[in-house]
């Protein structure tokens, strides 16, 4: 896998690249959709691929290794194979997964053991044996197995989590490096950079990670109750050492201010659930501002539901007729709602990157924000 910076903003760290793999290019920044059990709920691959422009998803360690299980994927030759994506995917480890089971786990030096949410059976999960579960899934970009402490932990805990979570890096890569792709395409391991709220914590996590010597880095454990502005000084601390010339890849956020702002502070990569999982409760993110299809409001407003036309299903389809499936519970408004959505973070990081390119980038953010931010 290769990074290969294009363009930097003269006055942000913001910049734009191009990410190589062996399933194909991505163009950064880049939101990547959320198919947590190999599926973008309500959404094709070919919609993914060519009403949405997708170029990365994300399938997740923890739900795919309960269902369908890895022997279900090996036997169809792996995910990209399993669910007709031929795109990159990246795998989030299930560490945040396994950690929000609360009573339902035990977290040892050895790794987590767990009882599924499905059946309640017991787990374990290991460092090693996430590797080779993400592996057999066979993602193009793996994370390391990391623990995701709370986002008001005390410094007591964040310390001892983050020596935890580093010892647990040591021997993800260990194992990752004495093992081989299965099927016959490069598999990149991402160390997640942890630390909670505290400077020293996370500029040692960092370090750490950096002296790893990967193809790129994630930053994990913000977006989970703290402050905004808390988060962007935390991805501050930690992009003035991770590598330049490595993608930075930001779990699980956002809000599209939070994306744009993060791009302005040098990320490279997000996902998050928001555009699907709002979608799916009449919310929509459009280039005029935040609608909920649900209000009254927009019963008689037949004209389309994004004036850009980000998406077939923006010109398609009337936010009066919208809004009369939503509230009739018709599966169709779920799917149009998520397709929507995802073209509109999808035409965002477009933007940012053409603006990064163009060399505006700062002025284009502050209107947008305005303007995609507003109630209407």
């Not at 360690?61 to 669910?83: D, Q, S, V």
Request: hydrophobic share 35%; proline share 4%.
């Amino acid at each position: 896998m290769k990074y290969t910076l294009l363009a930097k903003d003269k006055n942000s760290e913001a910049r734009c690249g191009v990410l190589t793999t062996d399933h194909g290019n991505i163009e950064t920044p880049i939101f990547m959709p959320v198919g947590t059990v190999g599926t973008v709920k309500a959404v094709h691959a070919r919609e993914l691929k060519e009403d949405i422009k997708a170029q990365i998803i994300l399938g997740n360690t923890y739900h795919l290794y309960l269902r369908p299980g890895t022997g279900i994927l090996e036997a169809a030759g792996g995910l990209h194979k399993f669910n007709s994506w031929d795109g990159p995917i990246l795998t989030d480890s299930g560490g945040f997964q396994v950690f929000s089971l609360g009573d339902c786990r035990k977290i040892t030096e050895e790794g987590v053991v767990f009882r599924s949410h499905i059946d309640g059976s017991k787990h374990l999960f290991t460092p090693e044996n996430v590797m080779d579960i993400q592996r057999k899934i066979g993602a193009d970009i793996v994370m390391a197995f990391d623990e995701c402490p709370p986002g008001q932990s005390d410094y007591g805990y964040a310390k001892k989590s983050l020596e935890l979570t580093q010892r647990w890096l040591e021997r993800c890569v260990r194992q990752f490096d004495a093992t081989e792709p299965l099927y016959g395409y490069h598999q990149s391991l991402f160390p997640i950079v942890q630390g909670c709220v505290y400077k020293d914590l996370r500029e040692r996590a960092a370090e750490h990670a950096v002296a790893l010597g990967r193809e790129g880095y994630a930053i994990g454990g913000l977006a989970v109750g703290e402050e905004a502005e808390t988060m962007y000084e935390m991805i501050q601390v930690v992009n003035r050492i991770l590598p330049r010339d490595k993608p930075r890849y930001l779990m699980g956020v956002g809000t599209p201010e939070n994306i744009l702002e993060a791009i302005s502070l040098g990320v490279d990569m997000f996902d998050c659930v928001m555009p699907t999982r709002n979608g799916r409760n009449g919310m929509l993110f459009t280039t005029e501002g935040v609608i909920n299809i649900k209000n009254k409001k927009w019963e008689n407003d037949f004209s389309p539901i994004d004036p850009a036309g980000l998406s077939f299903a923006d010109t398609d389809y009337s936010k009066a007729y919208l809004r009369h499936l939503i509230k009739a519970d018709e599966i169709l408004g779920l799917q149009i709602c998520s397709i929507h959505n995802l073209s509109f973070y999808l035409w965002l990081v477009r933007e940012a990157r053409r603006h990064i390119q163009a060399g505006d980038f700062v002025e284009w953010k502050t209107r947008t924000i305005k303007k995609v931010t507003r109630r209407l």
